[in-house]
Structures are given as structure tokens and as C-alpha cells.
């Protein structure tokens, strides 16, 4: 990129000195034939300038020529496949379309230059008659002149040229671009079509899978129902042969069940009499253990009254030795007090003996109502003594009778332990009395409830057997339920048929008189109206029976007809399955046929892609053989 920017530095030089040229020549010239030899120096001074510019106007073709097929390795560089223009490749073929500007406008003024020299030179040889060395050397000039206007057309031509080649190829990129973002958007169009495809692709896989496993069940279902219908035959057929032949065992056994049905009144009946003797011996273990309960509570009750008592006795004898305790502190304090106080008299009294000789001595001339006051002190002191002593022995009674009263005390509690020890005693034999009572009635009730879990059970087995027809019946669920409606009814019958026949016994029991009177034949005749209404209750069990087998007669035609209804839908299920298999097939032709088109497409695609390939190689030689002119032609000249 050196090379074009210092040819562009010297075009420019080449114009400035035209420029130059072109102010000289216009300055005042003498016309004087005395001086032809300066007029020959400025002709070969000229004829050198023109030399000159001529010379650079080749060196100014030639750095366009340079200029060219470095653009072309510009464009060429530019990858058409990805048909994106980079930043740096389009500054680069701004820079070099400037220079080329800037190139073609320098051409174009030296151009104009040579031209405005060329027609002063052509009017300074018109205008100035010279003498005949000057036309000798004007025809030459004029010679060398009509050679320099050919090269410089030539020139000329060729730079129109280069300027058409390069509009050309400028053009041509243009068409390149615009291609290859045409295919661009193409491919992008043919991917998202793909894509699209490929997606539609997917979901008809999905959609056949899901299909394929949708067949797979209903072939797995028409199989479970096939053999379903397999089993459900056997079975119908086994029931069919079951209710034949418990049809036949009901008819065998309603005769020996009516014998059984006459022991079994007979066995409640005994049962119903044990069973009156028990709730009788239950009732009186029920007043007797209520009598027994009644005692207890009486018991209970006078057991807390006398723990209530003892507990208050235990009080008030605490309360009593409390008082005691403190009685006896406080005799106890008044016989010390009185004890000091007897001491003190004592004392005195010692002392008054002592000293009342010696005053009765010394007294004698003392009055008689000294001596009265004297002894009327001792007299008090005396009774004061004597009241003393008796409080003393008051209180030595108390105490006597106080430890006596304890004692009596003490007897009572022992008393009153023993009393309660016998109590307890009694109440612990009660208890004994009270649970060996309440186990032996729970023993009587367990019995009861075992005899009558057994007489129950045996019911229960009895009801059993005689149901046993309707539970070999119920197997086949809702389609016997009028069967054991009628058995239902036939039990009713029988129940009515029990309770006529103990009417009929009562009547016998009560009118046993009354019979003994009738005559044998009368008997006969009622044993044979009674004989006459069994045959018709036979024959009515018989209607039903035969009602019954009509019912099975039906249910066997509407499983016929539910086979049937069967078998037809398998026959849709089967037709169902083969319009889904075909359409499964066709499907899979469609989508074989479409991924054929996609193929053939795709094919199609990369073949235009190769041959825009190709057609890009193409241009490209072109465009390198152009270049290879292009440089050939500045070579040959």
C-alpha cells in the first residue's frame, strides 16, 4: 500500500509543475528574429517538459495499474461463501477507491494540462512566421507532437478502460455480494425449511410410535378379551351344568329338608325350655347376687360409720389425754406449791413454838387480847392446813379416778380394734363371698353364652345346609338372585307352614277331648285335607321351580346374545386394528415420500450450490485473466 500512496505524492508534483508551465509560457515573449535561438531553446526546453510530464503521466498509469490488482486481491480475499463483509476489508476498499479518486482526478488535470500546452504551442507555431530551420523543426515538434496526442489518447483509452474494468468489477462485487446474501438468505430459508421438516419428521415419528403402541394394546386387549370370552364360555358352561345338577340336588333334598325342618322344631323347642330353665336359674342368681350387693353396701357403709367412730373416739381420747396431761401438770404444780407452802408453816410453825413460850415469859405482863390474837392466828393457820390437806387428797382422788377413766379408755380401744379387726374380717369374707359370686356368675353367663353360641351354631350349620343350595346359587351373583328370592320365600313358607303346624298342635293339645270324642273318620278327613293342602304346596314349589328354570333358560339366551355382542365387537376391534395398521402404513408412505422429497431437494440444493460455486470460480478466473491483461498491456508499449 506504499507504493500507490508515493505515485499519488508525485502526480501531484507533476501538476504543481504544470501549473508552473503553464504561468511561464503566459508571460511576454519578443517575436524577434533575433532571437530564433532563444525561441529553439525554449522549444527544446519544452519539447523536454512535455518529455517530462509524458513520462510521468506513464508513471501515473502505471501506479493505477498497480493500484488495480492490489483491489482485486482486496476482493478476492473476501470470502463469498460466508458473504460477510468485514470491517477491516470494507476500510480497505474505501482507502483504495480514495487513492483511485484521487489518482484518476490527477490524470484527468495532466491531461487538461497537456492539452492547454499543446494548443499554445500549436497557436505560437501558427502565429509566428519563422524562418525555414524553425518549420523544419516545427514539423518534427509537430511529428513528435502528433505521436505524444496518440499515446496520450492511447492512454486515455486505456485509463477509460481501466476505469470500465473497474466499474465493471466494481459492479460484479456488488452482483457477488448481493448473490451471495441472496444464497444466504436462501440457505437460511432451505435450513429453517429443514428444520421445519425435520421437526414435522419428528412428530410423525412420535405420532407412528404412539400409534404402533396404541395397536400394540388393543392387540394386547382383543387377546385378554379373547381369552376372557374363552373363560367366561367355560365358566357359563360350568354354571350351566352346576345349576342342572344343583337343580336336582334342591329337588332331592326339599324332601329330606322338610324332615329336618320337623327335628329341628323339636330340638328349639327343647332348646327353648333349657333355655327358660336357665334364664330362671340366671334370674335367681341375679336376686340372690342383688341381695348379696345390697349386704355389701350395708356392710361398706356400716364399716366407714365405724371407722368414722373410732376415728372420733381416737380424738376425744387424745383430746382427754391432752386434758389429763395438763390437769395432772397443773395438781402436780399446786401440791409442790402447797408442799412449799406447808414447808413455810412448818417453819413458822416451829418458830412460833419456839417463840411463844418465850413470849408467854416474857409476856406475862402482856393482856389476854395479845394472847386471843395470837391464838386465833395459830387457829387459822390450823384451818388453813386442814383445808390443804383436804384439796391434797381431793386431788389424789382425781387422780385415782382419772387413771381409772384411762383405763376404762384404753379397754374401750381394745375393744373398739377387736371390734374393728372382726369387721374387717368380715368384710374381707364378704369380698371372698362377693368374687367367688361375681366368678360363678360370669361362669353361669359364659355357659349361657357357650350354649347359646352352640345352639346358635347349630342353627347357624342347620341354616347353613338348608342354604346351601342358594349359596351354591349365588355364585353366579346377580343373575340367581331370583333364586334366592324364591328360597327366600319358600323359608317364609316354611316359617308359616312351622307356625301353622304348632297352632295346629296347640289345637291338638287343647282339644285332645274333643278328638277322642270325633270319629275315625272325621280324623281321616282332616288328615286328608291336610294331606291335599301339602300336595298343593308342593305343586306350587314345583310351579316355581319350573318359574326358575325358565329364568336360567333366559339368563343362558341373554349370555348367548351377550356372546354374540362380543364377538361382533371383537370383529370391530379386528377392523378397527387393520384401518389403523393401514393407516399406520400409509403414514409411513407419506413420510418415506417426504423425506424422499427432502432428499431430492437437499440434492437439488447442493447441486445450485455447486454451480454458483462454480460460476463464482468462473468469475474469479475471469477476473484474474482480466488482471493478467491488464498488467500484460502496460508491458508491451
Not at 81 to 87: C, D, H, K, P, V
Amino acid at each position: 500500500m506504499e507504493k500507490p500512496i508515493n505515485d499519488g505524492s508525485h502526480s501531484e508534483e507533476l501538476f504543481s509543475h504544470l501549473k508552473t508551465m503553464s504561468e511561464k509560457e503566459d508571460l511576454p515573449r519578443c517575436t524577434s528574429e533575433s532571437h530564433l535561438s532563444c525561441l529553439k531553446q525554449d522549444i527544446l526546453n519544452e519539447k523536454t517538459e512535455l518529455e517530462a510530464t509524458l513520462k510521468e503521466a506513464e508513471l501515473v498509469t502505471h501506479s493505477v495499474e498497480l493500484l488495480l490488482p492490489l483491489f482485486k486481491d482486496t476482493i478476492e480475499e473476501i470470502n463469498f461463501e460466508n458473504a460477510n463483509l468485514s470491517a477491516l476489508n470494507l476500510k480497505k476498499i474505501s482507502e483504495q477507491k480514495e487513492i483511485l479518486t484521487k489518482e484518476l482526478d490527477t490524470f484527468k488535470n495532466v491531461k487538461l494540462a497537456l492539452e492547454h500546452l499543446l494548443r499554445k504551442r500549436d497557436y505560437k507555431q501558427t502565429g509566428n512566421n519563422l524562418p525555414s530551420m524553425s518549420l523544419e523543426n516545427l514539423t518534427d515538434n509537430e511529428s513528435e507532437n502528433a505521436n505524444l496526442k496518440k499515446k496520450v489518447f492511447e492512454k486515455e483509452a486505456h485509463i477509460q478502460e481501466l476505469s470500465c474494468l473497474f466499474q465493471n468489477e466494481k459492479a460484479n462485487t456488488l452482483k457477488a455480494n448481493r448473490f451471495s446474501q441472496s444464497v444466504k438468505v436462501v440457505h437460511e430459508r432451505l435450513q429453517f425449511q429443514i428444520h421445519k421438516k425435520e421437526a414435522e419428521n419428528d412428530k410423525l415419528k412420535e405420532y407412528v410410535k404412539s400409534l404402533e403402541t396404541k395397536i400394540a394394546k388393543w392387540n394386547l386387549q382383543l387377546r385378554m378379551n379373547k381369552n376372557e370370552a374363552v373363560v367366561m364360555k367355560e365358566e357359563n358352561r360350568q354354571k350351566t351344568v352346576a345349576l342342572k345338577k344343583a337343580s336336582k340336588v334342591y329337588k332331592q333334598r326339599l324332601d329330606h329338608f322338610t324332615g329336618a325342618i320337623e327335628k329341628l322344631t323339636s330340638q328349639i323347642r327343647d332348646q327353648e325350655v333349657k333355655l327358660s330353665e336357665t334364664i330362671s336359674a340366671s334370674n335367681a342368681w341375679k336376686s340372690h347376687y342383688e341381695k348379696i350387693v345390697i349386704e355389701k353396701t350395708e356392710l361398706e357403709v356400716q364399716i366407714e360409720t365405724m371407722k368414722k367412730q373410732i376415728i372420733n373416739l381416737l380424738e376425744d381420747l387424745k383430746k382427754m389425754e391432752d386434758h389429763g396431761k395438763n390437769s395432772c401438770e397443773e395438781i402436780l404444780r399446786k401440791i409442790h406449791s402447797i408442799e412449799y407452802e406447808n414447808e413455810t408453816l412448818n417453819l413458822q410453825n416451829t418458830k412460833l413454838k419456839i417463840i411463844f413460850p418465850c413470849r408467854i415469859i416474857d409476856s406475862k405482863n402482856m393482856n389476854i387480847l395479845n394472847v386471843l390474837d395470837m391464838l386465833c392466828y395459830i387457829s387459822s393457820k390450823n384451818t388453813t392446813l386442814a383445808s390443804l390437806k383436804d384439796e391434797v387428797v381431793s386431788v389424789e382422788n382425781e387422780l385415782l379416778e382419772l387413771q381409772e377413766v384411762e383405763k376404762n379408755q384404753k379397754t374401750l380401744i381394745e375393744m373398739y380394734k377387736t371390734q374393728v379387726q372382726k369387721l374387717q374380717e368380715t368384710a374381707e369374707i364378704v369380698k371372698n363371698r362377693c368374687e367367688n359370686l361375681l366368678r360363678k356368675n360370669n361362669q353361669i353367663t359364659k355357659t349361657k353364652n357357650k350354649n347359646v353360641e352352640k345352639m346358635r351354631g347349630q342353627m347357624e350349620s342347620h341354616l347353613k345346609e338348608l342354604e346351601h343350595v342358594g349359596d351354591s346359587l349365588t355364585a353366579a351373583k346377580r343373575r340367581l338372585h331370583d333364586c334366592q328370592e324364591s328360597l327366600q320365600c319358600c323359608k317364609g313358607k316354611c316359617a308359616d307352614q312351622e307356625h301353622t303346624i304348632r297352632e295346629l298342635q296347640g289345637q291338638v293339645d287343647g282339644n285332645h277331648n274333643l278328638l277322642m270324642k270325633l270319629s275315625l273318620e272325621e280324623e281321616n278327613y282332616l288328615i286328608q285335607l291336610k294331606c291335599e293342602n301339602l300336595q298343593q304346596k308342593l305343586e306350587q314349589m314345583d310351579a316355581e321351580n319350573k318359574e326358575l328354570e325358565k329364568k336360567l333358560a333366559n339368563q343362558e339366551e341373554c349370555l348367548k346374545h351377550s356372546h354374540l355382542k362380543f364377538k361382533e365387537k371383537s370383529a370391530e376391534y379386528t377392523a378397527l386394528a387393520r384401518q389403523l395398521e393401514a393407516a399406520l402404513e400409509e403414514g409411513r408412505q407419506k413420510v418415506a415420500e417426504e423425506i424422499e422429497k427432502m432428499s431430492s431437494r437437499e440434492r437439488a440444493l447442493q447441486i445450485k450450490i455447486v454451480d454458483l460455486e462454480n460460476e463464482l470460480r468462473k468469475k474469479n478466473e475471469e477476473q484474474n485473466q482480466l488482471v493478467c491483461k491488464m498488467n500484460s498491456d502496460p508491458e508491451t508499449p
